[in-house]
């Protein structure tokens, strides 16, 4: 089973920082991509990142763009995702999961998710 566990929400202030943990178990990142997705209370689940191991460009959603970046930790089988100059317009539940890049309509790669959800890792930007 394509599972993942988040972890590294939490309260910070406007232009703080958070890094967040996504855990892969039972796969390997080497044959999948991991998607990050938050959810905001009222609004719909919207795709932040699309982070591949090979050699597409990672896709960031227009309003993290230059905030947000991604990494992984082979070791540790272990995707990240560093924001930085949060604001309070970040503040969401945030999701990550096993995905398939494809390439969308405006020639930039996305992920379609075929893993399970995680918990999800709440993350509140507020003074």
């Known amino acids: 089973q394509l599972q993942v566990v988040e972890s590294g929400g939490g309260l910070v202030q406007p232009g703080g920082s958070l890094r967040l943990s996504c855990a892969a178990r039972?796969?390997?990142?080497?044959?999948?991509?991991i998607a990050w997705f938050r959810q905001a209370p009222g609004k719909e689940r919207e795709e932040v990142s699309c982070f591949s191991s090979g050699d597409l460009s990672t896709y960031f959603l227009d309003s993290v763009k230059g905030r947000f970046t991604a990494s992984r930790d082979n070791a540790k089988n272990t995707v990240y995702l560093q924001m930085s100059s949060l604001k309070p317009e970040d503040t969401a539940v945030y999701y990550c999961a096993a995905a398939f890049p494809y390439l969308s309509g405006d020639g930039t790669y996305h992920c379609r998710p075929v893993g399970s959800w995680g918990q999800g890792t709440q993350v509140t930007v507020s003074s």
């Open positions: 039972g796969f390997t990142l080497d044959y999948y991509a």
